[in-house]
């Protein structure tokens, strides 16, 4: 079946340090991929996405580059901000499993001033 | 705008009690979903409907249970047969394509 495996949180960072948040897959057929972020006391909000090998989704001056070989979408920012406080939740879906989003544990991030 | 509504934001149930969260979308997606998220965790499928009139369980669906009886609406009953329901209920939406979209959800408490 599908699994989608996140780095372990909480990751404390320096306002303007470069964040990197590892995520990896295991899927059959060709997964779409998405990274999905969640504020506290809220839903989550779609952040960006990936449709096939070598796309990069970005937004936000957030990236993530879908990498077939190395079945990874790691999530990537140059200078995070107080702001990006949150929840990152990667995630995937495929054909096979009829459109049902597969998500990761989830990554929580404290940015402090 | 268009966009997913779930009512109410905090609820309070005694043990013993039904109770339905409510679920609407104008974004006119097909599909619908209900996911539960406990503190520190992942989200978890409790069930989820791709048309009007049918819905499957997901992979925690006992103690739940649904209705689909227009596309704009999903509503769940958490039943007193769910022996843990405290958590946060999530609610999505999607057309065919793969991207879901989530309501604010709905953080159920039990007394």
């Known amino acids: 079946g599908n699994s989608v495996t996140q780095m372990e949180g909480p990751v404390t960072l320096s306002e303007e340090a470069f964040l990197t948040i590892n995520c990896t897959y295991t899927?059959?057929?060709?997964?779409?991929l998405f990274w999905y972020v969640q504020y506290p006391g809220e839903g989550l909000q779609l952040l960006l996405k990936a449709t096939k090998a070598d796309d990069k989704g970005s937004n936000k001056g957030f990236e993530a580059t879908y990498r077939k070989e190395t079945t990874s979408f790691h999530l990537e920012k140059g200078s995070v901000q107080v702001s990006d406080s949150a929840v990152y939740f990667c995630?995937?879906?495929?054909?096979?499993?009829?459109?049902?989003?597969?998500f990761g544990g989830g990554t929580r991030l404290m940015v402090k001033p | 705008d268009g966009g997913i509504t779930q009512s109410p934001k905090y609820l309070f149930r005694k043990e013993g009690q039904n109770v339905t969260l409510s679920c609407e979308q104008n974004l006119n997606h097909d599909a619908m979903y209900w996911y539960r998220q406990d503190p520190g965790q992942g989200l978890r499928l409790i069930y989820y409907?791709?048309?009007?009139?049918?819905?499957q369980k997901g992979d925690i669906a006992e103690g739940y249970s649904v209705s689909r009886e227009k596309k704009e609406s999903f509503p769940l009953t958490v039943t007193s047969a769910q022996k843990n329901p405290t958590a946060f209920y999530l609610c999505a939406s999607s057309l065919t394509s793969y991207e879901q979209f989530f309501g604010p959800g709905t953080r159920l408490t039990v007394l």
């Open positions: 409907s791709q048309i009007v009139n049918d819905f």
């Open positions: 899927a059959t057929g060709y997964p779409s």
């Open positions: 995630a995937l879906s495929s054909n096979n499993a009829g459109n049902m989003l597969t």
